[in-house]
């Protein structure tokens, strides 16, 4: 809709609406954020902090779905571009919401990236990402091993509805992304940094340099890894999250984001051509202010959950299990974590305990629930509570079985979101008797 340009922090506007007429009015929507630190925490606290209409500590929630101007012929400017929400003039909650871009500056920051734009869901970013970087006829690369749902829109729903089409290679090895590139038709190199459900690490510095240098976009979902690893930072176009995850942390929000330049957020905002604004996958402002809420503690809930992951990690693989974790020395990318991780975040809060078959899986996890208090069954991650899955019958049930074998999932694979809640030795205690329990029922 409108095409002025949006301050990440705005100004409040009053009297009439004359003043802020430019001649020369900007033409994009969102503007660059400040200047970036390294250390995501950091980051974060460099925004400025958004205060309530009356004093208050926290931002004010803005409701409308709809706003008011002051002037008869302001609708018609702002629809023509002139005027926008770098000066406070908003048209419609499902263009630009005050608080909805206020959490957008947060992303940004978070992810050492020009913008962000925030969504109802983690799908619908990824699918809006997608549809504004590829056309009809366009390739994409991608990963093997993806969230089940990603998989399914790359391997049947943008074939089949907009005849774009995906080779899925072994992210770690190189070459073979290379030769997956097409150039002139791949647009886009998508992958996980840490990938669900195998916890492969992507080398990101080199991923980008071999895709950049065929003139394509990179995207990557660090969902798994917020805090942990900054992609733009290592050279990522664009950073995708579902924040209904670490960043939410509660359990009880759907939502997503889009971090990435200035330019490709502009781009999706367009009346005209925009992924985002005809697509609609709007954010309500009230749970963008929950969300804002939370993301001053998530280094520290994360430094949590990786530090307890670790902890259990390294117990499991004395007690002899089948342990998956990058943080372990002989996880074959420990050694691209360290080199591309942030400093003192830890190596990822997710444990992979591969039981081999879904039936030793399925009664692992039903002792460790129903038994021991040790976690709960669901799906998702980054909870206080540790959940598990099993990944093959699950979040990753979208993909056949020639598909999970090439990506590495077990049918016994079981996806542990290690929690902070309790004590960690109370949390290990309950672990070891749900193993003692295994034992017994064997004998």
Request: with cysteine; charged share 20%; proline share 4%.
């Amino acid at each position: 809709m409108a095409d002025g340009n949006v301050n990440l922090s705005s100004s409040k506007r009053s009297g009439s609406d004359d003043q802020f007429a430019s001649a020369a009015a900007k033409k994009h929507q969102i503007t660059k954020a400040l200047p970036h630190v390294e250390d995501p925490a950091a980051a974060l606290a460099n925004v400025r902090h958004e205060f309530g209409e009356h004093g208050g500590v926290n931002m004010s929630i803005e409701a409308s779905a709809t706003f008011t101007v002051m002037e008869p012929d302001t609708l018609r400017r702002m629809f023509a571009g002139e005027l926008g929400p770098d000066r406070d003039f908003f048209i419609y909650s499902r263009h630009f919401n005050p608080t909805v871009l206020n959490l957008g500056r947060l992303m940004a920051a978070l992810e050492g990236t020009e913008a962000a734009y925030c969504t109802a869901s983690g799908m619908s970013a990824i699918s809006s990402v997608l549809l504004q970087l590829c056309s009809a006829g366009d390739h994409v690369v991608a990963a093997r091993t993806l969230y089940g749902g990603t998989h399914a829109l790359l391997t049947h729903f943008l074939p089949r509805a907009c005849n774009i089409t995906t080779s899925f290679v072994d992210i770690r090895d190189l070459e073979m992304v290379k030769r997956e590139i097409v150039e002139g038709r791949t647009k886009v190199l998508y992958f996980e940094a840490m990938s669900n459900p195998t916890l492969t690490v992507a080398n990101v510095p080199e991923l980008c340099r071999i895709a950049h240098e065929k003139g394509v976009k990179v995207v990557v979902d660090n969902t798994f890894a917020p805090m942990v690893v900054s992609p733009a930072r290592l050279g990522a176009d664009v950073v995708i999250h579902s924040i209904s995850k670490y960043i939410s942390g509660g359990a009880d929000i759907i939502a997503g984001a889009v971090c990435g330049p200035a330019s490709l957020l502009n781009s999706m905002m367009d009346l005209h051509q925009g992924a985002l604004m005809l697509l609609g996958p709007t954010m309500n402002p009230k749970v963008a202010f929950e969300l804002s809420e939370r993301l001053p503690h998530l280094g520290l809930r994360m430094k949590e959950h990786c530090h307890r992951a670790l902890t259990f990690a390294t117990r499991m693989k004395k007690l002899g299990l089948k342990v998956i974790y990058p943080g372990l020395e002989d996880h074959p990318d420990h050694d691209v974590l360290k080199s591309i991780a942030n400093k003192d975040y830890g190596h990822g809060g997710i444990i992979c305990v591969d039981m081999e078959t879904e039936e030793r899986a399925n009664r692992l996890m039903n002792i460790l629930q129903n038994c021991t208090q040790f976690g709960l069954m669901a799906v998702s991650l980054g909870y206080y509570e540790t959940l598990m899955s099993c990944s093959g019958s699950s979040t990753s049930s979208e993909m056949n079985e020639e598909e999970k074998e090439l990506a590495g999932i077990s049918p016994g694979l079981v996806r542990m979101s290690i929690g902070y809640n309790g004590t960690l030795e109370q949390k290990w205690g309950q672990f070891e008797k749900a193993l003692s329990k295994m034992q017994d029922q064997k004998m």
